[in-house]
């Protein structure tokens, strides 16, 4: 499957935006997916994931309460809510497939990402 995310860009703090990551491919609808976030000089990081059959969502605590993760299994399409921004929401976010359904927080057991959409929050 190949990833393509988008709707990035420069919002002003406690501002919203919606990211979205489309999928290519038949078995979209039987991957778990997640998004993930890399701020300059950090690591990658886990921010939200839902399973196969939207029924499960996982969010880091950094998020809970502001970020909504969910996925139209028809359009083959991913989607980040992303709410109250924050400065240090300022990353590059990635999605990203796995294959096998598991939904948890390890990149590693990721099998396809996105080239990553960058959001900016000013303050």
């Known amino acids: 499957v190949q990833l393509q995310a988008y709707g990035g860009g420069l919002v002003q703090a406690g501002g919203s935006l919606r990211v979205s990551c489309a999928a290519s491919?038949?078995?979209?609808?039987?991957?778990?997916m997640a998004w993930f976030r890399q701020a300059p000089g950090k690591d990658r990081e886990f921010v939200a994931a839902?399973?196969?059959?939207?029924?499960?969502?996982y969010y880091a605590d950094s998020v809970k309460g502001r970020f909504t993760i969910s996925r139209d299994n028809a359009k083959s399409t991913l989607y980040l809510q992303i709410n109250s921004l924050k400065p240090e929401d300022t990353a590059v976010y990635y999605c990203?497939?796995?294959?096998?359904?598991?939904?948890?927080?390890?990149?590693?057991?990721?099998?396809?990402w996105g080239q990553g959409t960058l959001v900016t929050v000013s303050s």
């Open positions: 491919g038949r078995a979209f609808s039987s991957y778990a």
């Open positions: 839902i399973g196969w059959n939207t029924g499960s969502t």
């Open positions: 990203a497939a796995d294959r096998y359904g598991r939904a948890r927080s390890w990149p590693d057991e990721y099998d396809y």
